[in-house]
């Protein structure tokens, strides 16, 4: 779940302009079916309600992947010897800290580039982040990465890392998009290192966005009363429903607020929206992978898979590419 970063996005929050989320809004309620940003959810309330996401005893990609880091990153970080570390939305990077104290722990951490759309939370994190890595070189990058973005002059060799499956609210053409300009930025000794939720049984995905608590449903719902809040718009919340359910056919997870009625809803400076009683409007993808899908994805972005590293359960993957030339 997540366009922003997977670290947890309630320690801070993104002020987008009214006129970009109105642009935005209008341009996805225009479209058939409906849609909405997923970039949007993650207001005050937002932010709060997704942290109670990742400890949900449904959801388990956050602990996975955690899991798997603590386990691997030690002995991964010895084979590959960075000396800097780019994380593509950097988040809280709480992750992050795995990697940079096995980077620490082997007298190879020289510098660490978080990545991130917001200006006021990258200067936080790179003060705080000063403090526990004072021998470190700490270079934050205001940023988005859906947008094409350069780097400062780094200490070779270099882990671009992109981490918390954020690469699964891609579709195959952004994913390669994003990460072709990924590997323009790496040289021959470089790595990429990229967090990816594997496909399982679909009860355990129905489960992970479909919460017994109901804490993914007011998530979702949240989304309108943010719209309403900051644009002046009357999504009626009572009449609409949450719904997440996995589409085999596209091996992804597919977030809905469905239409309880007929209605019309009314967002000042976009115009008027007629809605029908069961209309659809899409709020998030989620890609589940498989080694061969991801292994198209880097082929397509001009990279190649090194290592493929699995948990037990085959939960979760963290991939290691390299560039092809």
């Known amino acids: 779940m997540k366009s922003q970063p997977e670290e947890s996005p309630s320690a801070y929050t993104v002020h987008w ?7 935005d809004v209008r341009e ?9 940003p997923s970039k949007y959810f993650y207001d005050e309330r937002g932010s709060e309600l997704f942290e109670q996401i990742t400890e949900l005893p449904e959801y388990y990609l956050t602990r996975a992947e955690r ?9 991964l970080i010895a084979r590959l010897e960075p000396s ?4 593509l939305g950097a988040g809280s990077a709480s992750k992050t800290r795995i990697i940079l104290d096995a980077m620490r722990s082997r ?11 917001s200006a006021e939370f990258l200067k936080s994190t790179a ?21 094409p973005f350069r780097l400062p002059k780094l200490v070779e060799p270099v882990l671009i890392a992109f981490l918390g499956s954020t690469i699964g609210n891609f579709d195959r053409s952004s994913a390669v998009s994003l990460l072709s300009h990924v590997a323009t930025l790496m040289k021959a000794g470089d790595f990429f290192l990229l967090g990816a939720d594997l496909r399982k049984e679909k009860r355990i995905l129905h489960a992970a966005y479909n919460d017994s608590a109901g804490v993914t449903a007011a998530f979702n719902l949240n989304l309108l009363a943010r719209l309403n809040r900051e644009l002046g ?22 977030m809905h607020l469905i239409s309880r009625s007929d209605f019309t809803i009314s967002i000042p400076g976009a115009g008027n929206f007629e809605f029908v009683s069961g209309e659809s409007v899409r709020t998030e993808l989620s890609h589940k992978y498989d080694k061969k899908t991801i292994q198209e994805i880097l082929n397509s972005s001009g990279m190649k898979l ?3 590293i699995t948990d037990e359960r085959c939960d979760f993957a963290l991939v290691v590419a390299r560039t092809r030339g």
């Open 84 to 87: 800097s570390l780019v994380e």
């Open 306 to 308: 090194a290592e493929w």
């Open 233 to 254: 718009a009357n999504f009626p919340l009572e009449l609409f429903e949450h719904r997440a359910f996995y589409n085999a056919d596209e091996h992804r997870i597919e």
């Open 28 to 36: 996805g309620l225009s479209k058939t079916p409906k849609e909405l």
């Open 127 to 147: 003060a705080l982040l000063r403090t526990e890595y004072p021998e470190m070189e700490i270079l934050p990058v205001v940023s988005d990465i859906t947008a």
């Open 67 to 75: 899991a798997l880091l603590e386990r691997k990153i030690p002995a």
């Open 107 to 117: 007298g190879s951490a020289k510098c660490y580039v978080p990545i991130d759309v």
């Open 17 to 23: 302009t009214r006129e970009q989320i109105l642009r």
